[in-house]
């Protein structure tokens, strides 16, 4: 049996096949505003898209008039498909198909010019298990100008209070932190989204995370869980929430229940490190009414490597 879990989490190099690459392109809530935001900077630009994977965003920054795209991906399988679909375009004279990580590129293999345009869908719910935040510090760095236009521009990583099911059956008692695909039973939510941290793409980020926020509970109930979400600013005025195929939310579970009423203040604490596994996320949220009543789960019980707290 697969999960869709493996579909939002790539391998141990790094790559996702082509059943999730087929799932992406025929996700319309995922692709119109990427297409939208597509056609209104690329025309006369000079585009570098990292993780072109099928190329299809690529593609139709060339079709939109771009002056030349640069379609990164380091996947040899991927970059098979996509040198095909490249060449069965029509666009080949305008798209360079360069297989590499992006993090090693230099301003040689962009024709010596940083690049005015970056489309990078390194995507996943708070960045925990993809490599968005290191790629862009890379080509901002490196290969974009400061005045570059970045597809998406930022994404804000919101977190709910829920109380989730954890029993089933009355049998089977489970506490992990779980994808909140289409068919899943939803939990029920406690609070507002609440912003724990916002991030600008075209700018440099850090990594390491270790942040706290409080979160206001609009309903009395019991919290047993924290609902994390990563909508994006794709481009002015467009956005992306979530979908099955592209950072569904993640409901993360506290080892201990919190009884809260409505205006109670609870304080939510994480410490990860972009770019890792859910495994090795910590959270832990307690009362600012009651110091001593916490509750805490590391996971997999293990340290981000490189935080302190």
């Known amino acids: 049996m697969t999960s869709r879990i493996a579909y939002n989490n790539p391998d141990g190099s790094g790559a996702l096949g082509l059943p999730y690459h087929y799932e992406m392109l025929a996700d319309r809530r995922r692709l119109a505003p990427l297409r939208r935001a597509i056609r209104l900077v690329a025309r006369d630009k000079r585009v570098l898209e990292s993780g072109a994977g099928s190329g299809v965003l690529s593609l139709l920054a060339a079709k939109a008039g771009a002056r030349a795209v640069y379609a990164v991906e380091r996947d040899p399988a991927m970059v098979r498909f996509l040198r095909r679909n490249v060449e069965a375009s029509g666009y080949g004279s305008v798209v360079r198909v360069i297989e590499r990580d992006t993090r090693d590129l230099t301003l040689d293999d962009l024709d010596g010019e940083r690049v005015e345009v970056t489309i990078a869908e390194h995507l996943s ?96 109930g019991v919290v047993n869980g924290l609902r994390l979400t990563s909508p994006l600013q794709v481009f002015d005025g467009i956005s992306f929430r979530s979908s099955d195929s592209l950072m569904p939310p993640v409901i993360v579970p506290l080892q201990e229940d919190l009884e809260v009423q409505g205006g109670d203040v609870v304080n939510v604490r994480f410490r990860y490190r972009c770019e890792t596994s859910w495994s090795r996320v910590e959270c832990e949220a307690r009362r600012r009414d009651s110091p001593g009543c916490s509750a805490s789960e590391s996971l997999n019980a293990q340290p981000v490597a490189g935080v302190t707290g």
Not at 144 to 154: D, H, K, L, N, Q
Not at 161 to 166: D, E, G, K, N, T
Not at 185 to 207: G, W
């Open 125 to 220: 719910t708070w960045q925990v298990t993809e490599p968005q935040i290191s790629v862009l510090n890379y080509i901002n760095r490196h290969l974009a100008e400061e005045s570059a236009v970045r597809i998406p521009g930022g994404a804000f990583n919101c977190v709910e209070l829920v109380r989730s099911q954890y029993r089933f059956e009355d049998l089977v008692e489970l506490r992990t932190h779980y994808f909140g695909f289409t068919g899943i039973r939803k939990p029920q939510v406690l609070s507002a989204p609440t912003l724990f941290r916002q991030i600008d793409f075209s700018v440099i980020n850090e990594l390491m995370i270790d942040q706290d926020v409080d979160i206001v509970a609009t309903r009395d």
